[in-house]
């Protein structure tokens, strides 16, 4: 299995801090991608990045992804109430799809 | 981009019952996935559900409990049977884009009583 682990499990901030997840994954990887769940509904698309790849953005985001220690992690800049949601990193090979526990991110106004 | 209805949104029934879950996809597409969130979580991978094929379950998931349809490109059910509290969790159906990123429903938040 590649179930990916993510830390912090839960991240409380004030509004205008920064936040950083981070994940990990045994297994090689496609791409990893990160997601967001808003209070148990359907997962939205963030950001994904290629195994080619070490840093993308995106706005407010930016992921990066070190192959060799099998990790990523998401940085959330100038983070807003609203972000106050769930995240998930997705490790992606062939056609095997597996996510991560996730992160639950508060952010405080 | 894919848009997916998935329907219920959720749904409280008694032990012993079966609910079918639905969802439509606006356009085409190879495979679907049915994934299960229970409280507290990450996602776990129920099953892949081809066109014209038997769907591919995941370890720990049976067809007897977990039947699934896939009767066209755009559709897809999956039924829980003969449920128990345990069954309680949020049912997500999925569909990815170019095998890259995934689209989902908004999910079923299945309450067994």
């Known amino acids: 299995s590649q179930q990916g682990e993510e830390d912090p499990q839960a991240l409380s901030i004030q509004e205008g801090e920064n936040a950083t997840m981070n994940c990990s994954y045994k297994?090689?990887?496609?791409?990893l991608q990160w997601y967001r769940q808003n209070s148990g509904r359907g997962l939205v698309h963030l950001i994904l990045i290629r195994s080619n790849e070490r840093e993308k953005h995106s706005g407010r985001l930016r992921v990066t992804l070190d192959t060799s220690k099998k990790s990523s992690s998401l940085l959330i800049t100038a983070s807003r109430a609203a972000d106050t949601a769930s995240y998930f990193c997705?490790?992606?090979?062939?056609?095997?799809?597996?996510f991560g526990e996730g992160t639950q991110l508060t952010v405080n106004p | 981009s894919a848009v997916i209805s998935q329907k219920p949104s959720r749904d409280i029934c008694q032990r012993g019952t079966s609910l079918t879950i639905q969802c439509q996809v606006d356009s085409q597409v190879t495979m679907m996935f049915w994934y299960r969130q229970q409280p507290g979580q990450s996602l776990t991978l129920i099953a892949t559900?081809?066109?014209?094929?038997?769907?591919?379950?995941e370890s720990g998931f049976v067809i007897d409990k977990f039947p699934i349809s896939r009767p066209n490109l755009t559709f897809s059910t999956l039924t829980v049977s003969n449920m128990s509290p345990e069954d309680s969790s949020i049912y997500l159906c999925s569909v990815d884009q170019q095998g890259e990123k995934l689209f989902f429903g908004s999910g079923t938040q299945l309450s067994v009583l």
């Open positions: 559900a081809n066109q014209g094929s038997e769907a591919t379950y």
């Open positions: 997705l490790g992606t090979s062939g056609s095997r799809l597996t």
């Open positions: 297994t090689s990887i496609n791409n």
